[in-house]
C-alpha cells in the first residue's frame, strides 16, 4: 500500500442529484443507498448497490414550498422516515425500499421530528421494530411499522424534558440480552445537553421509570448545531465513556472563529465542514492532518457544502450542496495511528496499531528510552530486547531519487546519516514530533556497560535470546556465551559482598545459582562446550561446571569430582543412569570400591548388563587391603550374588572366589562351594566353572588340606586323595576310598592303603593292634580279607592272633566254592534241556489237509507237478516246495516270494530276489529225505546252501503274511495304486452323446 497517500479523497458523485425536484435540503444514508429530500417534497432515492434510482412525491394534493424538513434512513436501507413542513405545519411520512408511494403517519401530524433512533441489533427488512424518534418540542414517541401492514402498528409517547425544554437534535439506540429480557441503553442530545436513559424491559416502562427519579445529563458548553452521538454502555446508569470535548476555534484560519456546521466521525478521525471545507481532525492527537476541497456547480457555489452524513454500513462519507452529492472515501485511515498513539505515551495501545516489525521497534524503542531515563532499567533492558534493530543494519539502497529505508520511503531532500553502526535518524513528514530511528545490538548493550548495569544488561541478553530464530545459531551462541560470563561475575560479586560461612549464603546468592543453573539447562545445546567450561574454570565455579558437564552428558568428569570429593553415592547415582555408558563402570570401579566398598557393591548388583569378570581388577584391588575379622567382605558377598543368582559361568570369577575363601581361616565356606555343582542339569556341560588344577595349586599353598582331598577325588585322582587324606584324618581317607564304585580292583587298592596305614599308626600293644586290624576289616564289608592285610604285619607276629580271623576266611571260601559246584550244575542242566529242546525243533510238523490250497494262487498245496518248481529249493518227492504257518495259512514257496516281494518295499524286495538267486546257482547239492527230516550228524554240517536258505527263510517267512504286519500296512493302502490308473479309468461312466434329433432311451439291465 502507498505510504505517501492520502487518508481521504473526494470524489464527486452525482453532479444533478436533485433531478429538477428543487434544492437539495437533507439527505441520509444507509447501506449503500442514499436518500435526499428536496424543497419541493420530494424523496429521491439512489441505491448505488443495484444502480437503481427513483422519486417519490410525498404531498401530491397541495401546491407551493414544501420542504423536506428531514430524511431518516435506517442502516440496513430499507425503511425511512421523513418529515415535511407545509405552510408551517409538519406532516411524517414512511416508506419502504418496496413501495411506490409513501404513507403518511397521522399520529405524528404537527410534530417536527429531529432525530430517530433506529434498534440496529434487531430491525429486519420486513420490520422496523420499535423506533424512537425525537421532536423539536422535547418529547420522544415510540413508533414500529410492519412493511406487510402497510401502516404503522402502534405510535405511543414516551417521554418529555420538562426542566429545560428544548428540541432533541440526534438519538442513538443500543440492546443487550440479558437473559430472556433486553436492556435498552438510549442517548439523547439537545443543544445544551448530553442524557442518558437505560433499563430492562419494554421502551415504555424504562422511560415511565423516570417519572420518579433523576434522569442523567451531561451539560454541554455553548449550543449543538449538529447532530451525533456515540455510546459505549456497561450497563451502569452513566454508560458513556471517555467523554472528552473538542476545541473547534483551534481549526479556524485567520483571526475569524468558523463553527463547524456539520460533523461526521469515522474510526479515528473527525470530518469537520468549517466553511467550504472538510478538515479532517484526529480523534487522539487533535490535529489537523488533511483538508478536502469541493468541486461546485456554477449555480450551487452560493451556498456551498450544506452538510455532511456517514454511511456507518458501508463505511463511506458524503457531503453535498443545493445540486451535486460527493463521496468522501477513506484510504487506511489507520496506518499512523501507531504514531499517535506513541506520541501521547499510550505504548500498548500504539503496539496494537502497529502492522510491521519495524513499527513495533520504534515504539519498543521509544519505550525502552522513556524507562532507561527514568533509570529502570530492567524494564528498559525488556522493551529494548523485544526489537528487531539489528535486522535494519547497513540494508540501505538509494534507487532514483528515493531514499528506502526498511518499509518507508523518503524523499531525496530530507537529511539522512546512515553511519557504519547502522544507527539511523530521519523525520517522516505528517507528525511533527516523531523522530523515527533504529540502534544496534552493540549501541544498546553500550548503553548498560556506561551505566555499569551489569544486571540490566544480563536481562536484555536473556530476553534477546526468546526472540531469536533456530537459524541465528551464532548469534545466539555468542549471547549465550556472553550472558554465562555475567552470570559468573554476579555470582561473585555476591561472593564477595557476602561474610558468611558457605553454608549460610544469602538467598540472593541462593537465588542467582538457582537461576544460573536453569541457564545453563536451557542453554546447554547452544553454549559452546569448551568455552563454557575454561569459563566456569576460570571462575572456580567447579559445582556449576560439573552440573553443565552432567548436562552434556560428560558423566566421565562428574564421576571423578564426586570422587575426588569423596562422595562415592553420587558418583554411583550417575552411574547408574541409563545413559552412562557401561564403560565408566568398569573404569571408575578400583576408586569407588576403595571409596565406599558397601554402597559400590550394591550398586553393581541392582546394575544390569554388568560384566563381572571386567571389576575383577578392582575386587582384587580391594581383596588386597586388610579387613577385619568380623568385617563383611563386600567382594565376597558381589562373587556370591554373580555365582549363586546371575547363575555367572566365567572361570575369572569363580576362580576369584575360591581363592578369597582359601584365604579364610574358617575352610568352610570353600568346601561348600567346591561341593557345588553349578553346571548340574547341562546337557555335556561341566559340572563346575573353576580351573581345577588352580584350585589345588591355590589350596596346597594355603594348605587347605581337606579342599585338596576334594579336589583329587574330582578329578579322579582318587589314590593322590586318599593318600593326602591319611595326612589329614583317616575317616576322611575311608569316606574317599569308599566312593570308587565302579572299579573294585582299585577300591581295593585304596582300602589297602587305609589298611596299611591304619596298622602302622598303631602304637599300642601287639595283641591290641591285631583286634584293631580286625576290626577295620569289618568295615570294609568283606572288600578285604585277612590274607590282604597280613603282609602289613611283622614276621614275627604270632598266628594265634588270627585264629579267629584265618577261620572265619576259610569258612567264606568254602561257602563260595559250593556255590560255585551248584552254579556249574545248573548250567549243565540248562545244556541238556537246550539239546533236547533241539531235537524237539527238528521233528516239529504239521497236518495239511488233501484239499488244502495255497493262500496266493489257490492251487492244491499237496498237488502233485513239477510246473511249480521254486528256483533253489529242493524237491519234496513230486510234489513243490511250499510253507505252512501255525496259524494254518499255507503257501508255495515261489507264491510266499512273489507275494512278500510286491507288497515290502524295494529295498527288501531286492534282498529277497537276491537270495533266491544264490539258491540257484548253489543248487546242486544232495536231496534231503522225502519227509524233509535231517540225521544229526548232518545238523552239525551246515553249508552254505543252509545259511542262504536261512535268510531266505527269516525274510519271507518270519510271519504270515495273511496274519502279521504286512498285512495291518496293507490297510493304509489306496485299493487302485498308481500303476492301476489305466484299468481303473476303463470303469469311468460317460454321459451318451444325443445324435441328431434321436432320443437316447434307457435300456433294463
Not at 567447579?542 to 553415592?569: M, P, R, T, W
Request: charged share 25%; aromatic share 10%; net charge negative.
Amino acid at each position: 500500500m502507498d505510504k505517501t497517500r492520502a487518508l481521504f479523497s473526494v470524489d464527486l458523485l452525482e453532479r444533478h442529484a436533485a433531478k429538477g425536484r428543487g434544492v437539495i435540503t437533507c439527505i441520509s444514508t444507509g447501506n449503500d443507498v442514499i436518500v435526499l429530500g428536496t424543497s419541493k417534497g420530494w424523496l429521491i432515492r439512489h441505491d448505488f448497490g443495484v444502480g437503481d434510482s427513483f422519486d417519490l412525491e410525498l404531498s401530491s394534493s397541495r401546491t407551493g414550498d414544501q420542504p423536506v424538513h428531514t430524511v431518516f434512513v435506517d442502516p440496513g436501507g430499507s425503511h425511512c422516515i421523513a418529515t415535511v413542513l407545509i405552510s408551517g405545519e409538519a406532516e411524517t411520512y414512511y416508506t419502504h425500499a418496496k413501495w411506490s408511494k409513501p404513507r403518511i403517519i397521522n399520529k405524528l401530524k404537527g410534530l417536527v421530528i429531529n432525530a430517530v433512533a433506529w434498534n440496529r441489533q434487531q430491525i429486519t427488512e420486513a420490520a422496523t421494530r420499535e423506533i424512537i424518534l425525537g421532536t423539536d418540542s422535547a418529547q420522544l414517541y415510540e413508533i414500529a411499522v410492519d412493511e406487510k401492514d402497510k401502516k404503522e402498528k402502534y405510535v405511543k409517547f414516551l417521554f418529555e424534558l420538562t426542566e429545560l425544554p428544548e428540541p432533541f437534535m440526534d438519538l442513538q439506540m443500543e440492546t443487550a440480552a440479558i437473559g430472556n429480557s433486553t436492556r435498552y441503553y438510549v442517548m439523547a442530545v439537545t443543544p445544551t445537553r448530553l442524557y442518558s436513559f437505560t433499563g430492562i424491559g419494554a421502551l415504555d416502562t424504562m422511560f415511565s421509570s423516570y417519572s420518579d427519579r433523576a434522569v442523567h445529563f451531561m451539560e454541554l458548553p455553548g449550543e449543538i448545531p449538529n447532530r451525533h452521538v456515540l455510546s459505549s454502555p456497561d450497563g451502569d446508569e452513566n454508560f458513556v465513556e471517555n467523554k472528552a470535548l473538542l476545541d473547534y476555534t483551534k481549526m479556524s484560519e485567520g483571526a475569524e472563529v468558523l463553527k463547524p456546521r456539520s460533523l461526521a466521525v469515522s474510526e479515528f478521525h473527525f470530518l469537520l465542514l468549517i466553511g467550504e471545507k472538510v478538515k479532517v481532525v484526529n480523534r487522539i492527537s487533535e490535529q489537523i492532518i488533511e483538508e478536502l476541497h469541493f468541486d461546485h456547480a456554477s449555480e450551487s457555489v452560493s451556498r456551498g457544502i450544506i452538510g455532511l452524513c456517514s454511511d456507518a454500513t458501508a463505511g463511506l462519507f458524503y457531503a453535498y450542496d443545493q445540486n451535486s452529492i460527493f463521496q468522501v472515501s477513506v484510504h487506511d485511515e489507520g496506518r499512523d495511528m501507531w504514531k499517535v498513539y506513541l506520541d501521547k505515551k499510550e505504548y500498548a495501545t500504539a503496539l496494537e496499531h502497529c502492522r510491521d516489525p519495524f513499527q513495533r521497534d520504534q515504539v519498543y524503542l521509544v519505550q525502552a528510552d522513556s524507562a532507561f531515563s527514568a533509570k529502570d532499567f530492567f524494564r528498559a533492558a525488556s522493551f529494548y530486547s523485544k526489537g528487531t534493530y539489528d535486522v535494519y543494519r547497513g540494508y540501505h539502497d538509494i534507487l532514483g531519487s528515493h531514499i528506502e529505508f526498511g518499509a518507508y520511503v523518503l524523499p531525496r531532500k530530507v537529511k539522512y546519516n546512515l553511519d557504519r553502526t547502522g544507527i539511523g535518524h530521519f523525520i517522516v513528514f505528517g507528525y511533527r514530533s516523531l523522530i523515527n530511528y533504529v540502534l544496534s545490538f552493540e549501541e544498546i548493550t553500550l548503553k548498560f556497560v556506561s551505566n555499569a548495569e551489569q544486571d540490566a544488561l544480563r536481562t536484555f541478553l536473556l530476553r534477546k535470546l526468546d526472540n531469536f530464530t533456530k537459524d541465528d545459531k551464532c548469534q545466539i551462541t555468542m549471547i549465550s556465551t556472553w550472558a554465562t560470563e555475567l552470570y559468573l561475575d554476579k555470582i561473585n560479586r555476591l561472593l564477595l559482598e557476602d561474610d558468611t560461612v558457605p553454608e549460610k549464603h544469602s538467598p540472593d546468592y541462593q537465588s542467582i545459582i538457582m537461576e544460573f543453573r536453569a541457564f545453563l539447562s536451557d542453554c546447554k545445546d547452544v553454549l559452546d562446550e569448551a568455552t563454557t567450561m575454561r569459563l566456569l574454570e576460570s571462575y572456580g565455579r567447579v559445582d556449576e561446571l560439573v552440573y553443565f558437564a552432567s548436562l552434556k552428558e560428560h558423566y566421565e568428569i562428574v564421576v571423578h569430582h564426586y570422587i575426588q570429593q569423596g562422595e562415592a553415592k553420587k558418583a554411583l547415582e550417575v552411574l547408574q543412569k541409563p545413559a552412562v555408558p557401561i564403560d565408566l563402570q568398569y573404569k571408575f570401579a578400583p576408586d569407588l570400591i576403595m571409596l565406599d566398598a558397601y554402597e559400590t557393591v550394591e550398586s553393581w548388583m541392582v546394575t544390569n548388563n554388568l560384566n563381572p569378570r571386567r571389576l575383577i581388577p578392582a575386587m582384587m584391588r580391594y581383596s588386597s587391603e586388610p579387613h577385619a575379622k568380623n568385617e563383611t567382605h563386600e567382594v565376597i558377598k558381589y562373587l556370591e550374588f554373580c555365582v549363586h543368582r546371575l547363575l555367572n559361568e566365567d572361570t575369572g570369577v569363580h576362580n576369584l572366589l575360591l581363592s578369597l575363601y582359601a584365604k579364610q581361616e574358617d575352610d568352610s565356606a570353600l568346601l561348600r562351594f567346591l561341593q557345588c555343582k553349578f553346571g548340574k542339569g547341562r546337557v555335556n556341560g561341566p559340572e563346575f566353572f573353576y580351573d581345577p588344577k588352580y584350585a589345588l595349586r591355590l589350596c596346597l599353598k594355603e594348605k587347605r588340606m581337606r579342599a585338596c582331598v576334594h579336589i583329587y577325588s574330582m578329578m579322579s585322582m582318587h589314590e593322590e586323595a586318599v593318600a593326602l587324606a591319611l595326612q589329614v584324618d583317616p575317616e576322611l581317607a575311608m569316606a574317599e576310598a569308599d566312593k570308587v564304585e565302579d572299579d573294585e580292583d582299585l577300591r581295593k587298592k585304596l582300602w589297602l592303603m587305609v589298611a596299611k596305614h591304619v596298622i602302622e599308626q598303631e602304637k599300642g600293644t601287639k595283641r591290641e593292634n591285631i583286634r584293631k586290624a580286625i576290626a577295620f576289616l569289618k568295615e570294609t564289608d568283606g572288600l578285604l580279607k585277612i590274607e590282604d592285610i597280613l603282609p602289613f604285619f611283622p614276621d614275627f607276629a604270632l598266628i594265634d592272633d588270627f585264629k579267629e580271623a584265618i577261620c572265619s576266611s576259610l569258612e567264606d571260601y568254602n561257602k563260595q566254592i559250593e556255590q560255585l559246584k551248584q552254579e556249574m550244575n545248573d548250567a549243565t542242566r540248562g545244556a541238556d534241556n537246550i539239546r533236547n529242546d533241539i531235537s524237539s525243533l527238528a521233528q516239529r510238523y504239521a497236518v495239511i489237509e488233501n484239499e488244502e490250497g495255497c493262500g496266493v494262487c489257490k492251487r492244491k498245496i499237496l498237488a502233485v507237478g513239477a510246473s511249480r518248481m521254486a528256483r533253489g529249493y529242493t524237491t519234496v518227492g513230486p510234489m513243490a516246495p511250499f510253507y505252512v504257518f501255525p496259524c494254518g495259512h499255507a503257501f508255495h514257496a515261489q507264491c510266499l516270494i512273489a507275494h512278500i516281494t510286491r507288497c515290502c518295499n524295494q529295498a527288501q524286495a531286492e534282498y529277497i530276489l537276491d537270495l533266491q538267486k544264490q539258491l540257484t546257482l548253489l543248487g546242486n547239492e544232495a536231496m534231503r529225505d522225502s519227509n524233509g527230516t535231517i540225521t544229526e550228524e548232518e545238523s552239525m554240517n551246515v553249508t552254505p546252501t543252509d545259511k542262504l536258505r536261512s535268510q531266505l527263510d527269516d525274510a519271507i517267512a518270519s510271519e504270515c503274511p495273511f496274519c502279521g504286519d504286512l498285512m495291518i500296512r496293507e490297510i493304509s493302502l489306496p485299493f487302485i495304486r498308481s500303476n492301476e490308473a489305466e484299468y481303473a479309468s476303463s470303469w469311468e461312466i460317460r454321459p451318451q452323446q444325443s445324435l441328431g434329433g434321436q432320443k437316447s432311451l434307457p435300456i433294463a439291465i
